[in-house]
């Protein structure tokens, strides 16, 4: 079995490597080998998909070298102007960038393609994403609510836009975002067990509230048997329920 | 009649190198050369702008909410529903709120329906002139041959389906003419072309007339001829129905997880 084939189906057993770090780190650790591989050249969909995962597994477990190369052969063959590319690339830069003055010129290239391309969500996203780690917590809540204006059905991004509303403590709109998320996906009982959690919070001594909070958490267990989040969700509350009383 | 099951007929042997391969040959490769024609052919999908693309996921927004209005408690469901309802009746989410009550554009006038348009017109010519092109070849050549003998038996059914063009009543249904060979690879062929493309290849004419009877529903939602502002009215009388049937799934979700124990 060639080492393309080995990675696709190491690819279709593993959906999201970027998940755990031991499964990015396996990927990694493949990339040189198959670049250097004769198989690295095949134009095929899945070589394509298997070069971008690659691109990501290699930047998170630092090995740029092989980063740099996936990104290059990525732009020879998409063109470095594709909104995929530009979005990689610009993710290659951020990870490689070593002064918070070159994350900031990275900045302001995204303001400069999104004024020529409004419609590149990846690059807004990315905006997004660097402006959270660059601290300013406020613009990019109002990056997010701006993008989502346009795509009201982007789960990933209410989602983002409610955690940035929990951290600055502002629980309704978070709950807000939560349930939104739900709408998208009505059976993610993640945000099931998020949403009891966030109305945990925001009840202080309000019974009704609590007794909401424990009603979000019991629906993420019976949606996810072994959900354990939600089943120790029910638990504390429960104990701080009949301090309470 | 009597004996037809052993009938006998001298072929020149040389009728299986010189009709029936080359018919076979010819029809891969054309269907090769299909798969790169279109391939080549293909127009870029164009770009959307951002009025567009938040017409349509607005709309969306609403549909998802209608869904799925059960995950919600009452009061939230009831805010979102009159914010939307309102911004709908008002058009906010249109990209060109101007339009409003003209009728819908002329499909054949709109850029965007041309580009359609002119997409499945070059399918069409990829697929009909090799297929007149081969037909007529078949035709000229090699009409009138029996070309080979199917090892098994077959009823009298088969007969218009293998000896078409061969008109004789009494030959036994097991001899296959030439244009029946053609017919027989036209249809045969996709899970050889499966082979040498892969999966997603465009040169079996059978599954692109197939995509042509039943175009995609979805797809056709915003497609050109479509009045957005409608389809928003819409929406908000379906809104309002589902309203009516509003049950969080909550309630009573604390006795379900008990029971479950």
């Known amino acids: 079995m060639g080492i393309l084939q080995t990675l696709i189906s190491y690819l279709s057993a593993h959906p999201q490597p970027l998940k755990n770090p031991s499964s990015s780190l396996h990927l990694a650790q493949h990339a040189p080998i198959f670049l250097s591989s004769s198989e ?202 009949r301090k309470g009383d | 009649m009597a004996d037809v099951q052993n009938q006998m007929i001298l072929r020149d042997p040389q009728l299986f190198y010189w009709i029936l391969f080359p018919i076979t040959f010819v029809m891969i490769l054309t269907g090769v050369l299909r798969h790169y024609a279109t391939v080549l052919m293909q127009s870029e999908p164009k770009k959307q702008d951002l009025k567009a693309i938040r017409e349509q996921r607005n709309l969306l927004h609403g549909i998802s909410l209608r869904q799925n209005l059960h995950q919600l408690p009452f009061a939230s469901f009831l805010s979102r529903k009159n914010h939307i309802v309102a911004a709908y009746k008002r058009g906010e989410y249109l990209k060109d709120p101007s339009l409003v009550g003209q009728s819908a554009p002329n499909p054949m006038t709109d850029p965007a329906g041309m580009d359609q348009m002119m997409g499945m017109l070059k399918n069409n010519m990829a697929m009909i002139v090799p297929q007149t092109l081969i037909m007529g070849w078949i035709n000229a050549f090699f009409s009138g041959f029996v070309i080979m003998k199917l090892p098994f038996p077959l009823t009298v059914r088969f007969k218009s389906m293998l000896q078409s063009g061969v008109a004789t009543r009494d030959l036994d249904v097991r001899w296959v003419s030439s244009l029946s060979w053609y017919f027989l690879n036209l249809f045969g062929l996709r899970a050889v072309f499966n082979y040498i493309l892969g999966d997603d290849n465009s040169a079996d004419q059978m599954a692109a007339q197939m995509q042509q009877m039943q175009p995609v529903a979805g797809a056709n939602m915003f497609g050109p001829g479509a009045d957005p502002n409608k389809m928003f009215l819409a929406e908000v009388e379906n809104l309002e129905v589902a309203g009516n049937q509003h049950e969080w799934v909550l309630n009573g979700v604390e006795d379900r997880v008990l029971s479950m124990y």
């Open chain 1, 40 to 241: 690295a050249t095949k134009d095929t969909q899945e070589t394509w998909l298997v070069y971008e995962q690659l691109l990501l597994a290699s930047l998170r477990s630092g090995d740029d070298h092989s980063a740099r190369l996936c990104l290059q052969r990525l732009g020879d063959r998409f063109g470095v102007d594709s909104p995929r590319v530009r979005a990689l690339t610009g993710l290659y830069d951020e990870a490689t960038a070593t002064s918070p003055s070159a994350l900031e010129e990275i900045l302001q290239r995204y303001d400069t393609i999104l004024r020529d391309d409004p419609t590149n969500t990846a690059i807004e996203k990315r905006r997004i994403a660097l402006l959270k780690s660059l601290g300013r917590t406020e613009e990019a809540i109002t990056a997010l609510t701006k993008l989502l204006q346009h795509s009201p059905t982007d789960a990933e991004a209410w989602s983002h836009l409610a955690a940035l509303y929990r951290a600055q403590g502002l629980y309704s709109q978070s709950t807000f975002c939560l349930e939104e998320v739900l709408l998208i996906h009505p059976n993610a009982y993640n945000i099931h067990a998020r949403l009891g959690e966030t109305a945990y919070i925001a009840a202080g001594n309000d019974t009704e509230a609590l007794t909401d909070a424990v009603r979000y958490l019991c629906r993420s267990v019976e949606l996810c048997e072994w959900y354990l989040r939600g089943r120790y969700g029910p638990k504390n509350r429960g104990g701080a329920k």
